[in-house]
């Protein structure tokens, strides 16, 4: 059987989208740097020590997942740092959240490749706070950067993999209750999840590289 695989796995919304997979008789592989007991509950495969952002982390994902056919790809891992406003600028958060948001689900990606197959899927769990169209307040540089970075190497992916009948979706799980956020959100991890995966069913060949809420919303970039 072909896998899905979710990194950043171990709580929030990669938690919620790994149970919702195992519930749909998927066989689940959960990436993350460190595992939790939520993760551990759910019976799934974990593959820990997966930090995106090094290619050490990247290579030991690649090599646990050797010779195995991957059905879907979800790069889900990310962060936020706060108090990025004008005259408070931390370079080095910045950098970070480039390093996590954007460059690391494009290695693991590139790293993967060989396991995908035609007819696979791939999902970037971005922001819409990575559009420049939508951004009415300003501030949280390095997360906005970061996911617009995301969001146009999500594209590039679906032109150069459409030969391959690879499909990429873009997509944003609406402002979810997860510890990144203070669990100040709208909608719950379970409910995102569900919408998340609702997208990614209805990616095809012929809409890859859309950027959507999960609720189905299509966004602006």
């Not at 030991?60 to 990025?84: P, S, T």
Request: charged share 20%; with cysteine.
């Amino acid at each position: 059987m072909a896998l899905s695989v979710v990194t950043g796995a171990n709580r929030g919304i990669g938690l919620a989208l790994c149970a919702a997979l195992k519930k749909r008789g998927a066989q689940v592989v959960a990436a993350c740097r460190q595992s939790s007991p939520e993760l551990e509950s759910l019976g799934v495969e974990i593959i820990a020590g997966v930090d995106v952002s090094t290619e050490a982390g990247v290579g030991h994902l690649r090599q646990a997942l050797e010779g195995r056919a991957i059905e879907l790809l979800i790069n889900n891992a990310g962060i936020l740092v706060w108090g990025e406003d004008l005259g408070q600028l931390d370079a080095e958060g910045i950098r970070r959240q480039f390093e996590v948001n954007a460059l690391g689900p494009l290695r693991v990606t590139e790293a993967l490749l060989g396991n995908l197959g035609a007819g696979a899927k791939l999902g970037f769990i971005t922001s819409r706070m990575g559009s420049i169209a939508d951004n009415s307040s300003g501030g949280h540089y390095g997360y906005r950067m970061s996911k617009a970075a995301l969001n146009i190497a999500a594209v590039s992916l679906a032109r150069d993999l459409a030969s391959r009948n690879i499909a990429v979706a873009v997509l944003h799980p609406g402002m979810v209750s997860t510890a990144m956020i203070g669990h100040r959100g709208q909608i719950e991890p379970e409910d995102a999840a569900r919408g998340l995966l609702e997208r990614i069913d209805a990616l095809t060949i012929a809409n890859s590289g859309g950027f959507w809420h999960q609720n189905g919303q299509e966004l602006p970039w």
